[in-house]
């Protein structure tokens, strides 16, 4: 259990670029050790266990858990970090499986995060063409058939026009 959770400090320290386990008390560091305790607690081991593996007692672990992890839980990146941590350790990987996992759901995650993204443009452009065809029919409103089929006709006209750039 103790060497799973040495792959995730690894894993943490390479999605950050450096070192959990130093005295250096910079935000993005704390956060990470933060992310790191949160996911050993999942994990059902005990907090000096998991202080041992980033050289900090037990005191710690806990002050981590208990007051920086919320502060850090609040920002994108270490909340989705620690997502796809729980993630993995959720599938009771072994050791050398963790970090191709991780690699893997890291991937899925920020595909889902990309298609939000397209799906909330997606939905702005189709809220835009209800509102020109609410404008367009409203144009329409009180044409006979034949005069509906005649603005139809010119629009297409039109319409071909701009698509190939001449203009009448």
């Known amino acids: 259990m103790k060497s ?6 690894r894993i943490i ?16 560091l704390t956060y990470a050790r933060a992310v790191f305790c949160r996911t050993g ?10 202080g041992q593996v980033i050289n900090r007692d037990h005191a710690t672990v806990l002050h981590n858990l208990r007051v ?3 502060f850090a839980e609040r920002e994108i990146y270490y909340k989705r970090l ?20 991780f690699d ?8 889902v995060e990309t298609l939000q993204k397209d799906n909330d443009a ?17 144009l329409l409103q009180g044409l006979r058939e034949e005069e509906i089929d005649e ?5 297409d006209i039109f319409v071909k026009a701009i698509k190939s750039r001449v203009y009448l």
């Open 4 to 9: 799973r959770l040495v792959s995730i400090k």
């Open 13 to 28: 320290e390479n999605e950050i670029g450096e070192r959990i386990d130093t005295k250096n008390r910079r935000r993005d």
């Open 41 to 50: 607690r999942d994990m059902g081991l005990s907090l000096s266990a998991i």
């Open 68 to 70: 920086v992890y919320p």
């Open 82 to 101: 620690y997502e796809v941590l729980r993630a993995v350790v959720d599938e009771g990987s072994q050791t050398e499986e963790v970090e191709e996992k």
């Open 104 to 111: 893997s759901t890291k991937e899925l995650a920020e595909m």
């Open 122 to 138: 997606l939905r702005y452009k189709l809220r835009l063409l209800k509102d020109n065809e609410s404008n367009f029919n409203s």
């Open 151 to 155: 603005v139809y006709n010119k629009l």
